[in-house]
């Protein structure tokens, strides 16, 4: 970042170097993009340099998960002793010309450091039998070089940053300037890893010292160590849900305002929700009115709202520290379903129930997908959608033309949690308390699907809920939903008044 800042402000006598060349074409791109244009005078950037505050924080306590973060930290040093582990939190990207992405950190890094911070790197250092870790950010805007106010990601323009100070106080880790950072890895010798795909500058500065197998084994290992939740994680998740049942409940009290616009309205009334509350939505809303629901990732969200169809509604807010909520519910858009859409929901209400019921400590994972696959099948079977008998089919997988996904999946810091994890450990593993996963199991009749009677063709229902595995079981913590289908009217009628 040094290397980018004004040359006019860092060395006054640059400023008219060379009358031929344009200024303008040697200006760094930094500056251009505040709007800033040649022109500062000598005197306005001497004065710029003082009449500051020194506004360092000395009261700060550590974040409310430090004591975690060094816990996974450690668990992390004893899988790789004797190796410099790299974990960037990758920096900003570019929405349009220079405007930025909303920021945020790699999963990697927040879930090691508790620290959300763009170009910031966390190290863990060999040190005798384990590691010392460092946390490489970007300290506080220099006022002495002009960079505060001149540089495109100077504190004027984006906010004040901690200083590395308060952030060894705030993360519990030793804080050092991550632009010294690239240097000293291309000059440090011995075994090394990096997590790959957030940051390219730190990724280069690795280049000749990496393999795509090793770094490969450290995702692994990082998406695995978040299969099992501690309890700070479990009490975000909570949280999460409970923003999200707050945010559905906003929903269905504005439903006749987006009968009178479009499905956006819900997507923006839940996000007014996710933001006040949280930091985002933890993925794109599916606000999926009447045959959109068949559409599994609707996210467009530019249909109509019509009494008489269902809302699909799959969203969730993600906390301030990156846990999400990942809710689905199918609800009625006046208020009361209609015989053939109660039928399909209850099919769906009873798979969803087995589902739950399979989650367990002990069990393998795909039992509950399974239990809920098996209800769906006897119900497709009994309504003459497919020919039975039952085993046949789901042995020839043919109830999934219409239950189309698998039945859930972990959930943390991303919607789809540990994804890397190997099949062992997830897909073809054991549940263990602590684990947080997604039962959603769907019935979905497109609408240009010949197969079925016409009146079911557009009818499209999942529910959805999120399932902590416990020491004797499991808890539903998207209990605050009702999910039943009378429940469902019943709330809606109260919320509607
Ligand atoms: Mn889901």
């Known amino acids: 970042m040094a290397e980018e800042l004004n040359p006019a402000v860092s060395d006054p006598a640059a400023d008219a170097a060379d009358p031929e060349v344009p200024a303008e074409a040697e200006e760094p791109i930094k500056q251009r993009k505040n709007g800033l244009y040649p022109g500062v005078s000598d005197e306005l950037a001497e004065n710029m340099k003082s009449g500051w505050a020194d506004t360092e924080l000395h009261d700060l306590e550590p974040i409310a998960q430090a004591a975690e973060t060094a816990a996974r930290r450690a668990a992390l040093s004893a899988r790789f002793p004797g190796e410099r582990l790299v974990i960037p939190a990758g920096n900003l990207k570019t ?10 950190a790699s999963v990697e890094y927040a879930y090691l450091t508790g620290n959300q911070t763009e170009d910031g790197v966390l190290v863990l250092e060999p040190k005798g039998d384990g590691h010392t870790a460092t946390i490489y950010l970007l300290p506080r805007s220099d006022r002495e070089n002009g960079e505060f106010w001149l540089d495109g990601q100077g504190e004027l323009w984006v906010g004040r940053r901690h200083s590395l100070t308060e952030a060894e106080k705030l993360y519990g880790i030793p804080a050092s300037d991550v632009r010294e950072l690239a240097d000293a890895l291309r000059e440090a010798t011995g075994p090394v890893r990096v997590v790959r795909g957030h940051d390219a500058g730190i990724e280069a500065a690795l280049t000749d010292k990496v393999t795509a197998e090793r770094d490969e084994e450290l995702r692994v290992f990082l998406s695995e160590a978040r299969l099992v939740k501690d309890e700070f994680e479990i009490g975000e998740l909570q949280k999460a849900v409970d923003s999200t049942v707050r945010g559905f409940e906003d929903v269905v009290k504005v439903l006749d305002k987006a009968e009178a616009t479009s499905e956006r309205y819900i997507e923006g009334t839940f996000f007014l929700r996710a933001r006040v509350e949280g930091n985002d939505v933890g993925y794109g809303s599916i606000c999926a009115a009447g045959p959109h629901a068949c559409t599994l990732h609707w996210v467009r969200n530019d249909g109509p ?14 906390t301030h520290t990156y846990y999400t909520a990942d809710v689905t519910r199918t609800l009625p858009i006046n208020g009361t379903y209609t015989e053939l859409q109660k039928k399909i929901y209850d099919a769906v209400y009873d798979a969803q129930e087995a589902g739950i019921a399979a989650v ?7 039992d509950f997908h399974d239990a809920a696959q098996r209800v769906l099948a006897e119900r497709l079977v009994e309504w003459g959608l497919v020919e039975g008998p039952v085993e046949r089919v789901l042995e020839l997988g043919l109830q999934r033309r219409w239950t189309l996904h698998g039945t859930g999946h972990m959930l943390g810091m991303d919607v789809h949690d540990c994804a890397a994890a190997r099949v062992e450990t997830y897909v073809d593993g054991t549940l263990e308390p602590g684990m947080v996963l997604t039962v959603e199991p769907g019935l979905y009749f497109q609408a240009d699907d ?9 009818i499209g229902v999942r529910i959805e809920d999120d399932i902590l595995v416990t020491a004797d079981g499991n808890r539903n913590l998207s209990a605050g939903l009702p999910r039943r289908s009378d429940e469902v009217e019943e709330w809606m009628a109260g919320l509607k008044g």
């Open 95 to 104: 929405r349009s010309n220079d405007t930025e992405y909303s920021f945020r």
């Open 305 to 318: 709202v019509r009494s008489g169809d269902l809302l699909l509604l799959d969203a969730g807010v993600e």
């Open 360 to 366: 367990k400590p002990g069990a393998k994972y795909r």
């Open 450 to 458: 010949l197969t079925v009677p016409e009146e079911y063709r557009g």
